[in-house]
């Protein structure tokens, strides 16, 4: 297992100041039901506790994928890992979960 860089929600959020808007990116989930909220602005960064790999979700899909998802795959090694693993980190000015 490869050392992973463990970055600050500071760092996490300052990356993510020059983007404008902060699309769901579920917003086109393939697998089943994503309770994705097609209207809704991403709320949260979900950072994956093996990689750190990280992705901007709405608030329907985090509380989806931290209340009821079994497991919830890393998206760069695709390993599973139990929600509470991963780190749910509310945007700027959203409440957290
Ligand atoms: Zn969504
Ligand atoms: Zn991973």
Do not use: K
Not at 23 to 40: I, L
Not at 43 to 66: K, N, T
Request: glycine share 4%; net charge negative; hydrophobic share 35%.
């Amino acid at each position: 297992m490869p050392s992973v860089e463990v970055e600050s929600d500071l760092d996490l959020l300052a990356e993510l100041v020059e983007v404008d808007e902060f699309p769901c990116c579920d917003a086109n989930h393939p697998r089943g039901v994503s309770f994705h909220d097609p209207s809704a602005p991403a709320e949260f960064l979900i950072v994956s506790p093996c990689c750190g790999d990280r992705g901007l979700l709405c608030r329907a899909r985090s509380q989806y994928l931290r209340n009821v998802a079994a497991t919830i795959h890393c998206m760069r090694c695709d390993q599973r890992w139990p929600p509470e693993r991963y780190r749910f980190i509310p945007l700027p000015g959203f409440l957290p979960l």
